[in-house]
Nanobody
Framework: QVQLVESGGGSVPAGGSLRVSCAAS????????MAWFRQAPGKKREGLAKINSVGFTFIADSVKGRFTISQDNAKNTLYLQIYSLQFEDTAMYYC?????????????????????WGQGTQVTVSS
């Protein structure tokens, strides 16, 4: 059974940096795609970044240059590093995953492509 547990959220001053983590368990095939999404109150869930089994990454244009995605395979942990935090970054941040036959991610960054989801970690940007 796949489980994803996010952590690392909190209240951070605008302009600061934050790294949120996602501890993954149960993905036994070694071939997967993992991603970060966020959802602010009253808004649709937004795809931010994804990474595949071999470390190929994709960052959404809306956050490119400020967000990076990485993984530590030894720790089975996914990370999202956020720089230059802005008030608009206030949201619940979710990690998501899917097993794949070839270790590649599907094109795009669509929440419907991901089967497993964590419970989210809240990031609040303060003044």
């Amino acid at each position: 059974q796949v489980q994803l547990v996010e952590s690392g959220g909190g209240s951070v001053p605008a302009g600061g940096s934050l790294r949120v983590s996602c501890a993954a368990s149960g993905i036994t095939s070694g071939r997967y795609c993992m991603a970060w999404f966020r959802q602010a109150p009253g808004k649709k869930r937004e795809g931010l970044a994804k990474i595949n089994s071999v470390g190929f990454t994709f960052i959404a244009d809306s956050v490119k240059g400020r967000f990076t995605i990485s993984q530590d395979n030894a720790k089975n942990t996914l990370y999202l590093q956020i720089y230059s935090l802005q008030f608009e970054d206030t949201a619940m941040y979710y990690c998501a995953a899917r097993s794949t036959s070839n270790g590649a991610c599907l094109a795009g960054l669509n929440e419907g492509d991901f089967i497993y989801w964590g419970q989210g970690t809240q990031v609040t940007v303060s003044s």
